[in-house]
């Protein structure tokens, strides 16, 4: 058996991406592996329905299989229309009746987030800070306690314009119903309103982290930094100002 016949024994047992492979490692295997009969297989497993018509609905089916299966890369985004600078954010927290934290947080300072962690802080925290991830953070000076009594804790998070004085709504009364000892966050989330203009949007999630230590009676928490992130929908500075430009401004 030639070393031929065998590769075209071998190639239909590929995956995709191996049988892609196998194109570049010399002229012969590319002539065999560029064969549409492979690439029909491969698209018959992922797509039965579409190998049942005479002829692929693209030039051939490795193209097909070359369009609508390569790894998913992060698309490069254009630059946002908006930027941090363009951007207050009024944050005020309660605890049942009393407020207890109210600032206004110019934008390059929630973007500038917490250098350097503060000492005494658990080792989870410390990582969590220091990571590489984009995070917005704000360091609270003087820091605040809330009791360990206290069940009504709530945030309210409105983001203001400065180059069109709009303002939107990213939490409004949410519950810091959740309390995470071992990584010393407290949380609240509420989803985002976003513009008419934007119709397919939704289900994205803003979501507010008290970062705390253990406050000097047992099970009070020591408050030193609020963070603010929306998961999965915005991992980078360029998608957080996208979305926030995408926010229901009134």
Sequence with gaps: MTYEEIAKAVFPLLEGVDLASCMSVCKEWRDIARDDYF????????????????????????????????????QSLLPPRLSFDDLEFFIDIWTEDRLIFSEVVPGPVF???????????????????ESPEYKMTLPVEPRFTVPVMSRAVSVSVLVGRKDSNRVARIINKSMFDYIDRTSYRALAFEYLDFSPSHPFISGIRAWISLLFMEGGNEGDIDVFGIEMDFCDAANSKEEVLWLFDSLDWK
């Design 39 to 74: 690439w029909k297989c491969l698209c018959a497993k992922r797509w039965p329905s579409v190998c049942k018509r005479p002829n692929p609905p693209t030039l051939t089916y490795y193209k097909l299989y070359q369009t609508f299966y390569r790894r998913q890369h992060r």
């Design 111 to 129: 973007e500038a987030g917490i250098k350097i962690p503060p000492t005494g802080i658990c080792d989870m925290l410390r990582f969590h800070l």
